[in-house]
């Protein structure tokens, strides 16, 4: 079974930063495309960065670019997601999952908190 253990998150203060990893089971992130997910509160999940399964491709939404990147360890079957400059917009429940995601594979999250 696959499980995706998120960490990382906790409180900064704006302009901030802060390193997410998400730990995979078995070899999963080595076969796909992955993607860290945000949610916020009252708001819908979405879909924050994702990259391809060798690393080459990456994509972003707009409010993070040039402030956040994702990047893989595929040896060490880890994702992470650097966040850099961040705002208090930026606070929600980080997830990872693959991209397109699967919904048997979400995990508990992390929490990210941007306030002074």
């Known amino acids: 079974q696959v499980q995706l253990v998120e960490s990382g998150g906790g409180l900064v203060q704006p302009l901030g930063s802060l390193r997410l990893s998400c730990a995979a089971s078995?070899?999963?992130?080595?076969?796909?495309?992955m993607g860290w997910y945000r949610q916020a509160p009252g708001a819908q999940r979405e879909l924050v960065a994702s990259i391809s399964w060798n690393g080459v491709s990456t994509y972003y939404t707009d409010a993070v670019k040039g402030r956040f990147t994702i990047s893989r360890d595929n040896t060490k079957n880890t994702l992470y997601l650097q966040m850099n400059s961040l705002k208090s917009e930026d606070t929600a429940v980080y997830y990872c999952?693959?991209?397109?995601?699967?919904?048997?594979?979400w995990g508990q999250g992390t929490q990210v908190t941007v306030s002074s």
């Open positions: 078995g070899s999963i992130l080595s076969n796909y495309a």
């Open positions: 999952n693959t991209f397109p995601s699967n919904v048997n594979y």
